[in-house]
């Protein structure tokens, strides 16, 4: 990733590349103000231009410095270059924290999982079970794990990972962009790294107010009901769960669910409320029938055939694990003029040292000398399932499948995937698409029960859609926390420059979004 970032700053401080690109910009654009009769066809592409490349060259300025005094320019290279090296060694850490920490549970510690996840974990030589930090281990333990102090002990151990070395790179991180920010941007009074990175490429969003007063919006409306929320999973926890300890929020004294409790919480209230047996459900998403599935629905949704690919026919494409898989992807829209879209892999389990998130990787842009002459893209879909996968799995596989498909769509003939989209738009195509997995019959599609074979009942598949909106106001106030911390962080105004003051914007902003500070018993955990 390092080398990734390198060569992209090589690209976007390409001086040469720079001048040509405006000069080639301006003269196409004078050209078609001056033609009076300008077709429909030019009049599209001037539009495109006039959005996308600005933004380009902009962005290109702002790297390069080429408008500013040597003194300036001197300056914000050496701030970029410890940019740089800081977020190298932050991902270094988080990486190594999770691949080197490994905790260790009885059985009966790890009652209420699901048995055949218990079943692929590693052993100690004590006969306990390792839990890693990794998500697939994570999710299951906390939305499932009936031990509290089980759930407690993972979900601190996750929320601390990297955090004694990289709370200090953080708020230095914070500082320099913050500095950054105002030496690119002189003409801008008192400039946010926020508005620095938002006025670099396109994007719906023109300025750091902008998005923090959507935020602010949509948070207000979502409090009173997260409240609300919050109150009902309080008595049900009461009344149901003798293993559930409420907790005292740290400030109010008020009544509060630990985080470690809330989403296993969540997963019994859906089966006693709901009639939803969350464990016995997850036992119909074998991930050996759901993804050969969601491709069929993508060929039968967007007119594409999907073949898998033999690599070993393919002398230059190594696989580099061997749960790892090849497809190609072609349009058959119109059966007498089939094109070929893109060639992708499907790299879909946790590995130790993998990469921990889902993501979408443009491996090649072109790839006709390995690919029988043909012009595609070459893609790589990565992520961290278990093979018995949860609904929320399906979700997300279905989700990244959707920005592959947007990337193997994308106009051939430029360099960005994007092109045609602003980038804080990207996820939309996605999220539209993934409310595929919550129709009934796409569902009894997607479902194969691990020991009969046999399809998710109707009714089961109905209370899926029943309860996709519970408890949402919660989960989206917790989203909303996530983005205005990261917006004060790399405000003008609430910049820290500590990891103490770090630790109070944080909490200064869970207060003022949600009216709650971190429960005592986390913070003690964290202390200690």
Not at 454 to 482: C, D, W, Y
């Amino acid at each position: 990733r390092s080398d990734i970032r390198k060569a992209k700053y090589a690209f976007l401080t390409d001086e040469l590349l720079y001048n040509l690109l405006k000069k080639r910009y301006d003269v196409t654009i004078s050209a078609f103000e001056s033609d009076d009769e300008l077709s429909p066809e030019n009049e599209e592409i001037k539009k495109q231009l006039e959005f996308f490349v600005p933004p380009i060259l902009k962005r290109m300025n702002t790297e390069g410095n080429f408008e500013y005094s040597t003194e300036t320019k001197t300056r914000i290279a050496e701030i970029k270059t410890e940019i740089s090296e800081l977020e190298d060694a932050w991902n270094k850490t988080l990486s190594d924290d999770v691949s080197a920490t490994k905790l260790f549970f009885t059985t009966e510690q790890l009652d209420g999982c699901n048995i055949d996840f218990v079943k692929t974990l590693d052993k100690a030589d004590d006969g306990k079970h390792i839990i890693t930090l990794s998500y697939p281990h994570v999710f299951e333990i906390i939305n499932m794990c009936s031990c509290s102090e089980t759930r407690k002990e993972v979900y601190t151990r996750f929320l601390m990972r990297g955090t004694e070395t990289n709370a200090e790179r953080m708020a230095r991180l914070a500082v320099l962009r913050k500095e950054l920010a105002k030496l690119s941007m002189p003409d801008v009074t008192d400039p946010s790294y926020v508005d620095l990175s938002v006025s670099s490429k396109p994007s719906m969003a023109k300025s750091g107010k902008a998005i923090r007063a959507f935020l602010d919006n949509v948070a207000q409306n979502c409090s009173k009901l997260s409240k609300k929320e919050e109150a009902e999973v309080i008595v049900f926890a009461k009344e149901h769960l003798a293993d559930v300890t409420i907790d005292t929020d740290m400030e109010t004294g008020e009544e509060c669910i630990s985080p470690w409790d809330f989403g296993y919480i969540e997963t019994q209230m859906k089966r006693v409320h709901g009639g939803l047996d969350v464990a016995e459900m997850n036992r119909y998403f074998s991930s050996t029938h759901v993804i050969p599935q969601i491709l069929r629905i993508y060929e039968q949704l967007l007119s594409v055939r999907i073949d898998p690919i033999d690599p070993t026919t393919v002398p230059s494409l190594v696989p580099w694990h061997e749960s790892v898989t090849f497809w190609s992807m072609t349009d058959v829209s119109d059966p007498d003029n089939e094109v070929p879209l893109s060639m992708f892999s499907l790299d879909l389990y946790p590995r130790e040292g993998k990469y921990g998130h889902g993501c979408i990787t443009v491996i090649r842009e072109r790839c006709s000398d390995r690919w029988e002459g043909s012009d595609q893209r070459e893609l790589a879909l990565v992520a961290n399932f278990n093979k018995d996968m949860t609904h929320g799995d399906v979700v997300t596989f279905f989700h990244e499948f959707g920005h592959l498909i947007h990337f193997s769509f994308a106009d051939k003939n430029t360099n960005s995937p994007f092109i045609k989209v602003p980038r804080d738009f990207v996820e939309a195509p996605s999220q539209m698409l993934e409310n595929w997995c919550y129709e009934r019959e796409i569902i009894q599609r997607l479902s194969y029960h691990a020991e009969t074979g046999e399809r998710m009942p109707l009714e089961m598949a109905t209370k899926i859609k029943e309860q996709r909106s519970f408890l949402k106001a919660a989960g989206t106030v917790g989203q909303i926390i996530n983005s205005l911390f990261d917006l004060d962080v790399h405000s003008s105004e609430r910049c820290p420059t500590s990891a103490l003051e770090l630790s109070e914007l944080c909490q200064r902003v869970r207060k003022e979004c949600s009216g709650r500070t971190w429960p005592l018993n986390l913070c003690q955990k964290a202390r200690n």
